[in-house]
């Protein structure tokens, strides 16, 4: 895992990535998740709680869709 600070948060990618296109995540104030895509780092999600166990569960499962 290879971790990055930006701002007050410390980005970690996890060490499976094999390209510089990777999901990148952080603890953000107030118990939030942050996710982040490593070449526009910018741009950032943030999920609570149940939202991101649900969203850790989708990509594990590999159950995106085609939404």
Same mark, same amino acid.
Do not use: K
């Given at each position: 895992m290879i971790t990055s600070t930006a701002g007050d948060m410390a980005w970690r990618k996890s060490s499976r990535c094999e390209s510089h296109t990777c999901l990148e995540v952080a603890e953000a104030p107030?118990?939030?998740?942050? /996710? @982040?895509?490593?070449?526009?780092?910018? +741009?950032?999600?943030?999920?609570?709680?149940?939202?991101?166990?649900?969203? /850790? @569960?989708?990509?594990?499962?590999?159950? +995106?869709?085609?939404?």
């Open positions: 107030g118990g939030r998740m942050a /996710v @982040r895509n490593s070449t526009r780092p910018q +741009l950032r999600l943030s999920f609570e709680g149940p939202a991101w166990q649900a969203f /850790v @569960r989708t990509v594990r499962d590999g159950d +995106l869709g085609s939404h």
